[in-house]
Each structure stands twice: as structure tokens, then as C-alpha cells.
């Protein structure tokens, strides 16, 4: 009990901590926080993970592997939250709303931190590849399952597009494999926007959390929480070997797996009427029982 304990101190808590500042603040001082995410994600997010992907020692491979991990992950998680959401019962934007809130993780603002927490700099290095690639299915399946077809697949297109950090892996894997060094003036600029990403993405965390309502339809979000922190980061184990994972990439790909839901999810959602407050309401609900979970699986990849 005390190991836990300990893995939590350490690891969640300061993320917990740093997230109830947001919090606090947007309960008292009623922030917009849509223009501080834009921020993050057009600036810091793609600074983020060009600094690590120059930085850090990851050969090509293991990016591609990484990458394809996340996105079978997303796509096995999926293809079960529609069976269950079926099971269930639901349709329309309901069922549009379940997928959304157990298919996209939180590998951003809460699991780029708890990584560098457990993991160190290469686990954060490891991690931001999983993000991109998070963020990318996020950006063209995302919105597509939330426009449920029509014009779905060419607003899917144009969203991915419209991912920075997508562009951010070719250019600093290129400039990597040209062995090319980036001038001090350029690179350090960078580097300062690197930093402030995760502290960013924590405040932007606790002012997402202050603005969720109280949760709806209890039943399916019950069945949300159970895919999200559950069935994904077992979906996770399963598939590892198949793709290659191995170590600390493993590890990281399997953490990263388990986050809870996207806060992302709840801006798509608004966008296209697809039961935000569902949707909020599941990023609320998973954020907080996330800590229940994530410590005890921190403790069995670091066993």
C-alpha cells in the first residue's frame, strides 16, 4: 500500500495539483480558456514534440512503431465501444458521444506529464510520438464519428491538416537524419515553448474540469468509464507484443493508453451537437477516477 501511495505522491499528484490551479481559476476569475488551447495547440504542442524528437535518441522505426500502435489501439477501442454502445441501446449523436468519449485519450495535458513523472525524458520523448499520433486519429476519425458521415470524411481530412504537430515529426526527423544543426537562434526559441506545453496543458486540464456539467445518462457513461480506463489499457497489453513494443516503449505506449478522455473530445463534440454534455461530462468523470487506475498499473510496468 505504501508503494502505491508513493507511485501516486510522485507521479499524479503534482498533475492533480497543477490542474486544480486552472481549476480554481476558472471558477473564479470565469476564463475563456478556447484561446489559451488554441495557443497550445498551434504553438506549444508542435515546439513540444519537435524539441524531444531532435533531442532524443529514437531511431525511425520506433516512431513508425509507436505510431501504429496508437492508432490500433484507437481503432480496436473503437470497434468495441460500438458493439457495447449498440448492446446498449444507443444511436444518433448518443452513440457518437460514447465513441467519442472512449476512443480518444488524454495523451496530451495529463499523459505527456504523467510519463516524464514515471518515465523521465525519453519516456516524454516516447510519449509525444503517441501524442501526434493520438492527436492526429483524434483530428480525421474524431470528427468523423461526430459529423456521424455525410460530410464527415472531408471534414476529417481537412481537420488532419490542420495538426501542427503532424508536421512537426517529418521536419525534425529530417533535419535528425541529415545530421543537420539547428541554429542557437532558432532552437532555443523552440525550446522555450517546450516548456511551458505540459504546465500549459495541466492549467488547460483544471479549466476544462471546472466547466464540465454534471454528467448525463448514467448507464452508458458508466460503460464509458469502464472502456476508457479499462478495456483500453487491456486492449493495450494485448497488442503490444504484436507490434513490436518492447521495454520502455511498451510501457509508455500502455500508459498512454489508459489516460482518460480527451479534453479535445469536448470541443468536437460542441462543434458538430454531438451531446457535448455527455461528452464533458465523461472527461469530468474519467479525470478524476483516472488516478484509481493509473496508479496501480504505474506500479505493475515499473514492477
Known sequence: MSELLNLFTNNILPILLVASVGF??????????????????????PALVFTLLVSAEIEGGRVLSMMAFAALVVLLTAGLSFGVGRTLGLGGKHVAAFLLTTTFMNAGNYGLSLNKFAFGDFG?????????????????????????GGSGTLQAFKGLTRVPSVYAIPLALGIRALDIAVPLPISRPIELLSLATVPTMLLLLGMQIARAGVPRYRKSLSASVAIKLLAAPAIAFLIAPLIGLEGLARDVGILQSAMPTAVMTTIIATEYDAEAAFVTGAVLVTTLLSPLTLTP???VLLG
Open 24 to 45: 480554481v481559476l476558472q471558477k473564479l476569475l470565469k476564463f475563456d480558456p478556447r484561446p489559451l488551447s488554441q495557443v497550445t495547440f498551434y504553438v506549444l504542442s
Open 297 to 299: 498499473l504505474i506500479a
Open 124 to 148: 516524454l520523448a516516447l510519449a509525444s510520438i503517441y501524442f501526434v499520433a493520438s492527436q492526429m486519429m483524434t483530428h480525421s476519425l474524431g470528427v468523423y464519428i461526430a459529423s456521424v
